[in-house]
C-alpha cells in the first residue's frame, strides 16, 4: 500500500528508525524545528510504500529520547 503523500520540505519518510545512527533523522526534526514544521513519518519508504514499524511504543519512546538528549533547545514534538 502507498502513502498518499510525497516527500516534501514538510514532509520526510525514514523506513526505519535508526537508534544507532539517529543523525539521518534528526536532522530532518532539527530543520523541522527552525522552519515552519514538518512532519517525519517512520514506516513509509522513499517510494511511499508503507512498511511499518515493530514495536511502535518503544520507537516512539526512542525517538522522544534521542530528540530530548540531542537537539538543543528541545523543540516541541
Known sequence: MLYPLAETTE???K???ETKK?????K???AFANGI???L???IDDSGE??????AQKSAEAISDLIKTR???TPQF
Open 71 to 73: 537537539i538543543t533547545p
Open 15 to 17: 523506513r526505519e528508525l
Open 11 to 13: 514532509c520526510d519518510f
Open 28 to 30: 530532518s526534526v532539527s
Open 50 to 55: 508503507i512498511v511499518g514499524i515493530i514495536d
Open 37 to 39: 514544521g514538518g512532519k
Open 22 to 26: 539517529p543523525k539521518s533523522w534528526l
Open 41 to 43: 513519518i517512520f514506516g
